[in-house]
């Protein structure tokens, strides 16, 4: 069967194949496979294959499957979909009980997973959480890893998307030491800790106590928690860091723009601001540029440095970020 692959030469195989299982982004299902000098890692379906290729040669290629491994696949005699969020299996079905042998073929499976969720509503709310039915065990806390950093969460609590690895990966790796790094919307942490673990000073903000909390202790568990300031609260009631950021995150799709006079008064002279937004495919950019002009001039020039599609979000809705340097 074609599988989409990561090709490496062999000798950055093991390096390449750490980095990428870091991001759960192998199918664990194949065989790595050797072939004149090269690896070829297989990747996962769920894997952003636009936001790979920026990195890495990826192609299809014959994959033999692993005979060892028991996978969910092989008593349901179909391949489910699902994603994972430490050892926490998420599926999304509609008819429940097609959920429900999903679940068990996936404990009965050899994947280390000890709980499975099937999606109950949308994501919802200011919080921005989601419900959840749980279908096999009861532990809804996990400890999520991604790129090298460890998440403690409750997907019952708090907001975290595994898919936005790759977009979060490619923020934090622009982030310099001693930069002063804030997050208006900062859940438990997957934008701060890495930026932090960079050097960088660092202020998380949200107003989900229980993330907060989730926040603190993935400081201490990654060992930054001297550079990161966790905040409870509204982002636009905090106080003492006017013009004091060289960077901003501002992850609230739907609702960004009604913090961007926050986002001008936290920045300092020449800010990076990461803007996210859904929009439709049409004009997936035009508001977002014009809600942030609107904040930012005449104090500030703006200069649109990226213009990115981060995913789909609906038919003709994308989620995208902008990258906007301030400068007064
Ligand atoms: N940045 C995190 C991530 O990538 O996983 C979380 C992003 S989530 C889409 C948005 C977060 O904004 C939620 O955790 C929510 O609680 C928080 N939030 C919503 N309104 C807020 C406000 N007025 N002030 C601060 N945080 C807020």
Same mark, same amino acid.
């Given at each position: 069967?074609?599988?989409?692959?990561? /090709?490496?030469?062999? @000798? !950055? =195989?093991?390096?390449?194949?750490? +980095?990428?299982? *870091? #991001?759960?982004?192998?199918?664990?299902?194949?065989?790595?496979?050797?072939?004149?000098?090269?690896?070829?890692?297989?990747?996962?379906?769920?894997?952003? /294959?636009?936001?790979? @290729? !920026? =990195?890495?040669?990826?192609?299809? +290629?014959?994959? *033999? #499957?692993?005979?060892?491994?028991?996978?969910?696949?092989?008593?349901?005699?179909?391949?489910?979909?699902?994603?994972?969020?430490?050892?926490?299996?998420?599926?999304?079905?509609?008819?429940?009980?097609?959920?429900?042998?999903?679940?068990?073929?996936?404990?009965?499976?050899?994947?280390?997973?000890?709980?499975?969720?099937?999606?109950?509503?949308?994501?919802?709310g200011e919080l921005r959480v989601r419900q959840w039915d749980v279908l096999v065990g009861e532990r809804t806390e996990?400890?999520?890893?991604?790129?090298?950093?460890?998440?403690?969460?409750?997907?019952?609590?708090?907001?975290?998307?595994?898919?936005?690895?790759?977009?979060r990966h490619r923020v934090v790796e622009q982030v310099a030491a001693d930069e002063r790094f804030f997050d208006m919307?900062?859940?438990?942490?997957?934008?701060?800790?890495?930026?932090?673990?960079?050097?960088?000073?660092?202020?998380?903000?949200?107003?989900?106590?229980?993330?907060?909390?989730?926040?603190?202790?993935?400081?201490?568990?990654?060992?930054?928690?001297?550079?990161?300031?966790?905040i409870h609260g509204d982002v636009r009631d905090v106080e003492g860091f006017d013009d004091w950021a060289d960077r901003?995150?501002?992850?609230?799709?739907?609702?960004?723009?009604?913090?961007?006079?926050?986002?001008?008064?936290?920045?300092?002279?020449?800010?990076?601001?990461?803007?996210?937004?859904?929009?439709?495919?049409?004009?997936?950019?035009?508001?977002?540029?014009?809600?942030?002009?609107?904040?930012?001039?005449?104090?500030?020039?703006?200069?649109?440095?990226?213009?990115?599609?981060?995913?789909?979000?609906?038919?003709?809705?994308?989620?995208?970020?902008?990258?906007?340097?301030?400068?007064?």
């Amino acid at each position: 069967m074609a599988v989409t692959c990561v /090709r490496v030469p062999r @000798e !950055e =195989g093991e390096a390449t194949r750490k +980095r990428l299982a *870091e #991001r759960d982004a192998i199918a664990e299902e194949y065989e790595i496979t050797v072939e004149d000098g090269y690896l070829y890692i297989p990747l996962s379906e769920e894997v952003d /294959r636009a936001a790979l @290729e !920026e =990195g890495y040669e990826v192609v299809d +290629r014959e994959l *033999e #499957r692993r005979e060892t491994q028991t996978l969910p696949a092989d008593p349901l005699g179909f391949e489910p979909s699902y994603e994972r969020l430490g050892d926490i299996a998420i599926v999304d079905e509609d008819d429940d009980e097609r959920a429900r042998e999903i679940a068990e073929a996936i404990v009965a499976s050899d994947l280390p997973v000890e709980t499975v969720v099937n999606r109950a509503s949308p994501i919802e709310g200011e919080l921005r959480v989601r419900q959840w039915d749980v279908l096999v065990g009861e532990r809804t806390e996990t400890v999520h890893r991604e790129y090298g950093s460890a998440f403690e969460l409750d997907i019952e609590e708090v907001y975290f998307s595994p898919r936005l690895a790759t977009e979060r990966h490619r923020v934090v790796e622009q982030v310099a030491a001693d930069e002063r790094f804030f997050d208006m919307f900062a859940g438990v942490g997957p934008f701060v800790i890495p930026a932090a673990k960079r050097g960088a000073d660092c202020v998380g903000v949200d107003l989900n106590e229980v993330a907060v909390e989730y926040l603190r202790r993935n400081a201490e568990r990654n060992g930054v928690a001297d550079r990161v300031t966790a905040i409870h609260g509204d982002v636009r009631d905090v106080e003492g860091f006017d013009d004091w950021a060289d960077r901003i995150v501002m992850n609230l799709p739907h609702s960004a723009d009604e913090f961007l006079e926050t986002a001008v008064a936290l920045a300092d002279e020449d800010c990076v601001v990461h803007y996210y937004d859904i929009q439709p495919d049409s004009d997936p950019f035009g508001p977002g540029e014009r809600a942030i002009r609107a904040a930012a001039e005449p104090d500030y020039e703006m200069t649109v440095e990226n213009r990115r599609t981060v995913r789909s979000y609906a038919p003709h809705e994308s989620n995208v970020c902008l990258d906007v340097r301030l400068q007064r």
